[in-house]
């Protein structure tokens, strides 16, 4: 009898006897809004408790990037925030070596394979095309089967500082070279500064697949 007049007097305020399932944000909806906040190509999984038990949102769930693969999902109506880790599912072709190669060794296209691999959040420093390795140089010892990032690589560089270099301007259908001296290295499209032997003057060009630097 005394637990029947609890009830009514519940009842009677308005006062819900118990939580039931609507009353929580499904998780499957958290887990979406966390995936949909990074660029993952061709989708994603996202690791919820499915034992969360948060209040429902009235409104659409904020999601924001906190790191590289974890994302922060907000109710700000509910008052709650719950960080979500996010692996990509994507796949894409990326270049392998298929042997190894020394440091200081440049990449030839006998080096390398292509291969598809689940690329995770390292698709963006991964290489993708020969054409991003060839004829670029190892930083270091690399070994066979390793993926190619751009940190591995650096461009072979085409001028040393202190080296006599061919400086060349052209005026129209002049062409003017004069003997200069690189004050810097500089790889194939570098701009370097170089000091004309002949005047003594500093000037800056850009480094040409012959190793000469042209001022325009």
Known sequence: MRILSLLLLLLATGLPAASTATDFEPVPRIAAAAVAALDLGQGGQATVDPNLRLARCAQPLQAEVTAAAT????????????????????????????????????????????????????????????????????RRHL???????????????????????????????????????????????????????????TVTGTVQADGTVMVR
Not at 101 to 113: E, I, K, R, T, Y
Not at 122 to 132: D, F, H, M, R
Not at 162 to 181: F, H, Y
Request: contains cysteine.
């Open 71 to 138: 994302v922060k999902v907000s109710c700000a109506s509910a008052g709650w925030r719950v960080f979500v880790p996010v692996v990509a599912a994507n796949t894409r072709t990326v270049l392998v070596l298929a042997r190894a190669v020394q440091a200081g060794q440049a990449v030839s296209a006998d080096d390398l394979a292509s291969i598809s691999r689940q690329t995770a959040g390292a698709a963006q420093a991964l290489l993708v095309t020969p054409e991003q390795a060839i004829g670029r140089i190892a």
């Open 143 to 201: 070994q066979a089967g390793s993926l190619l990032a751009h940190n591995d690589l650096h461009a072979q560089q085409l001028v040393r500082r202190g080296q006599n270099v061919e400086l060349l301007t052209r005026r129209g259908s002049v062409e003017i070279r004069v003997a200069a001296r690189a004050l810097r290295d500089g790889a194939l499209g570098d701009s370097v500064a170089v000091e004309n032997l002949s005047t003594r003057r």
